[in-house]
């Protein structure tokens, strides 16, 4: 059941933002229900559509104080009720249990399987029953067959639309979480870039005869920043860093977390001297980055090793190569762009 726990009433947030648009439709239908039964010389239908607005307005402001059982609770009684009162009202073909199969997606959607199927069966019983009586029973206030047929097209059209909707919904949150799930497995969440795994990948789909060039990089004295200022103040580092790094590549590289500081760069269609350029361009703009963190401005460095990749040669040797590279480049001094023997 939904539950006002403040630890579950988080869950699926989607659903309940569709059920407070569902609550102003139906308030919208139940408006023009209003002067429908009141033109159709059906005052007692008429007037119940005012109670059932005043229920879908209460049902939205409990949605938006997150009071979401209470909202459920007074929408399932409204149409529970009206669609009984309606279909004993008016008769079986005014369409009025088309609504109640409303009920069934929304049940699977904002339920456990198992109570969903209880109140699911539950549902079926109240339809089938609707369905005998009104086999038996003539309808308590019986309205002419060509008011009956546009009551019918209504309420059929109504439904149809929000089964429509129901469906649109459906289809733009599972295309969201998709995104959202492939987006997760391919990016580091603290940079925003590619994650290592992800780089690999890419890596493997560019190896070709065509020239491409890694290029890999480490931001100097990284632990000494952690140490001396904090971890926050190092994933505020690692951030701006990340920032230069990405709008330093064109459109066809790729740039990744190879793993804490370093970072590693796909550069396809790119020879050596190129590489080297563009790695110099980064290395000078990192070094005039200066990050703000708990009043302090601090600047950082970068070292970086570049490598030409062969074709036929395997991806891992020529990642070994421009780490080799960056080694020298540590030991050298840091703060350089070293080149692996081509």
């Known amino acids: 059941m939904p539950s006002d726990n403040p630890h579950k009433r988080e869950a699926r947030p989607e659903f309940w933002q569709?059920?407070?648009?569902?609550?102003?439709?139906?308030a919208c239908v139940d408006v023009a229900?209003?002067?429908?039964f009141l033109g159709l010389g059906s005052p007692i239908l008429g007037w119940v559509n005012v109670i059932s607005v005043a229920m879908y307005v209460y049902a939205y402001r409990a949605f938006k104080q997150r009071r979401n059982r209470l909202a459920v609770m007074l929408i399932r009684i409204e149409v529970l009720v009206h669609a009984g009162l309606g279909t004993l009202m008016v008769g079986w073909e005014s369409g009025f249990h088309y609504y109640l199969l409303m009920f069934i997606p929304a049940?699977?959607?904002?339920?456990?399987?198992?109570?969903?199927?209880i109140l699911a069966i539950?549902?079926?019983?109240?339809y089938v029953g609707l369905d005998v009586l009104m086999w038996y029973l003539p309808p308590l206030q019986p309205i002419s067959s060509n008011a009956l047929l546009a009551v019918h097209v209504f309420n059929l059209t109504v439904v149809f639309c929000m089964f429509s909707y129901l469906a649109l919904f459906y289809v733009v949150t599972v295309t969201r979480a998709h995104k959202k799930l492939a987006r997760m497995a391919t990016t580091d969440p603290l940079t925003g870039l590619f994650n290592r795994r992800h780089l690999i990948s890419l890596a493997e789909?560019?190896?070709?005869?065509?020239?491409?060039?890694?290029?890999?990089?480490?931001?100097?004295?990284?632990?000494?920043?952690?140490?001396?200022?904090?971890?926050?103040?190092?994933?505020?580092?690692?951030?701006?860093?990340?920032?230069?790094?990405?709008?330093?590549?064109?459109?066809?590289?790729?740039i990744g977390r190879w793993g804490g500081e370093e970072f590693l760069a796909l550069?396809?269609?790119?020879?050596l001297d190129q590489a080297a350029a563009s790695a110099e361009r980064i290395r000078e703009a990192v070094q005039a980055l200066r990050i703000d963190g708990n009043g302090s401005h601090i600047g950082v460095t970068l070292s970086i090793g570049i490598s030409q990749y062969h074709a036929g040669q395997s991806l891992s040797h020529s990642i070994a190569r421009a780490d080799a590279a960056l080694y020298e480049g540590k030991s050298a001094g840091r703060n350089r762009v070293e080149r692996a023997p081509s």
């Open 205 to 254: 789909k560019v190896q070709q005869p065509a020239e491409m060039t890694l290029m890999l990089m480490d931001i100097d004295h990284f632990k000494a920043i952690n140490d001396a200022y904090g971890h926050d103040m190092g994933d505020q580092v690692l951030k701006a860093v990340s920032r230069v790094l990405k709008d330093s590549m064109r459109e066809q590289d790729f």
């Open 267 to 271: 550069l396809p269609h790119t020879d």
């Open 107 to 117: 049940l699977f959607v904002s339920m456990r399987a198992r109570s969903a199927w």
């Open 18 to 26: 569709l059920s407070m648009r569902c609550c102003q439709l139906a």
């Open 33 to 36: 229900f209003l002067f429908i």
């Open 122 to 126: 539950c549902l079926w019983a109240y």
